[in-house]
């Protein structure tokens, strides 16, 4: 099962900051933040991930709170083409029987104009 | 750079035959893994192959198998197909098992009939 909780759906406007939550309240000391994307009928694609600093690249930020049990994505310019489903997933980086991802069924951004 | 690649974009098969997915990882990558995708159980892990070598199995049954080539490339084999197999397969590639990010192709779908 998902260790991860994420609201199913969310609005945001075109030109705005999207800020999808996700909860993952058991999280271990040694497991790290992704989050991927899912555009309609295309493969996933890597966001970004972090294991406790907050992280920003090119596409967006992901900020964990202190404790680790929840993090934000943040897209500060959402798009049209940002309308997608968004996964937030735990996972050791340790190999082996880790090297697996635990799809929960994410957050549905619908981006309007 | 190219990314991975997944052959055929579309498949329709009938019920008992068998079916061969391919997979082109991206150029440099040595670990492969390969998801199924449902409307109903969403995204899940099949199975995932570094070097050849099976390093991780999801729960499916041994009707689903897969393999590697010594170029990365790898290939998934459905047998006895049934109904419920009709989903969209998807193939993913990294470095080694993840850490960074997988690459996702934009996967086969697979009807059974």
């Known amino acids: 099962d998902a260790k991860t909780t994420q609201p199913p759906s969310m609005d945001c406007a075109e030109g705005r900051a999207a800020n999808l939550p996700c909860n993952h309240s058991t999280i271990s000391g040694n497991e790290y933040v992704y989050w991927y994307r899912q555009i309609h009928s295309q493969g996933p694609q890597y966001i970004i991930h972090g294991l406790k600093n907050n992280e920003t690249n090119e596409m967006a930020s992901l900020i964990i709170t202190e404790d680790r049990k929840s993090s934000t994505l943040i897209l500060p310019h959402a798009t049209l083409r940002d309308t997608a489903v968004y996964y937030c997933?735990?996972?050791?980086?340790?190999?082996?029987?880790?090297?697996?991802?635990?799809f929960g069924t994410g957050t549905l951004l619908a981006v309007q104009p | 750079k190219a990314g991975v690649t997944q052959t055929p974009r579309y498949l329709i098969k009938t019920r008992g035959q068998q079916v061969t997915l391919s997979c082109s990882p991206i150029?440099?990558?040595?670990?492969v893994s390969w998801y199924q995708q449902t409307p109903g159980q969403g995204l899940q892990f099949l199975f995932e192959y570094f070097s050849e070598t099976q390093r991780n199995k999801g729960n499916f049954p041994g009707r689903f198998s897969g393999r590697q080539f010594s170029n990365s490339r790898s290939e998934m084999n459905v047998s006895t197909l049934e109904l419920g197999d009709s989903a969209l397969y998807l193939c993913?590639?990294?470095?080694?098992?993840?850490?960074?990010?997988?690459?996702f192709g934009s996967g086969t779908r697979l009807t059974v009939v």
């Open positions: 993913a590639s990294s470095w080694t098992g993840g850490e960074g990010g997988y690459t």
């Open positions: 997933i735990v996972r050791v980086n340790q190999g082996g029987a880790t090297n697996k991802l635990i």
């Open positions: 150029s440099g990558h040595r670990s």
